[in-house]
């Protein structure tokens, strides 16, 4: 049973680690964490490999969450990075997918989040230009710097909880975050590519 709230009854709307604690009784609970980062993670997953698979990647990560959960760290109270991390690893069996899409945007042009009304119409057309040599260049890096790269600009996580959803030191992570933006850097010209 639902309260109006959307939450299963007698759920309490706290820290993801109690949420993941309370799961572990009572699946219902997790419902939960896929309401709160469901979307975040949709758009991420959108950027990577496009809107097409990005259903099926957040419904593949939230089942491999779901059935991990009697496993989380229940020290860590945001999910977020454990999530990404298995949503990294799911793209990871999709990338052959990525690098064509990719690829592909390259050549077309095609926005993979496109929304067509939007007050930021200028600042669009000045990305548009860079887009399609930042996707080559993309395609270009090694998976391990692109997924880090990614992490901290797409996926707007902190270096520190990049490298808890890569399972590396946070010391790697600011290596190939910083090795893969200097890297686009030399390709584009010497613009930021995170702008």
Not at 150 to 167: D, F
Request: charged share 30%; net charge positive.
């Amino acid at each position: 049973m639902r309260h109006q709230s959307g939450h299963p009854a007698g759920v309490t709307v706290t820290d993801d680690a109690t949420v993941i604690a309370r799961s572990r009784d009572d699946p219902e609970h997790f419902a939960v964490l896929f309401e709160r980062h469901a979307p975040v993670l949709k758009r991420y997953v959108i950027l990577r490999l496009g809107e097409d698979a990005a259903d099926d990647i957040v419904a593949e990560t939230f089942i491999a969450a779901f059935r991990q959960r009697a496993t989380y760290d229940l020290t860590r109270e945001n999910a977020r990075p454990w999530l990404y991390g298995i949503a990294t690893n799911c793209i990871g069996r999709h990338r052959r997918r990525e690098i064509t899409l990719y690829k592909a945007l390259s050549r077309k042009g095609v926005d993979p989040v496109d929304e067509p009304f939007t007050d930021q119409v200028h600042e669009r057309v000045a990305a548009h230009r860079l887009r399609d040599r930042l996707l080559r260049a993309l395609a270009g890096l090694p998976a391990g710097h692109r997924d880090a790269l990614l992490l901290v600009t797409w996926g707007e996580l902190s270096y520190e909880h990049a490298a808890q959803s890569l399972g590396v030191p946070v010391g790697t992570v600011r290596s190939r975050v910083n090795r893969a933006r200097q890297k686009l850097r030399r390709k584009l010209g010497d613009i930021d590519p995170t702008l």
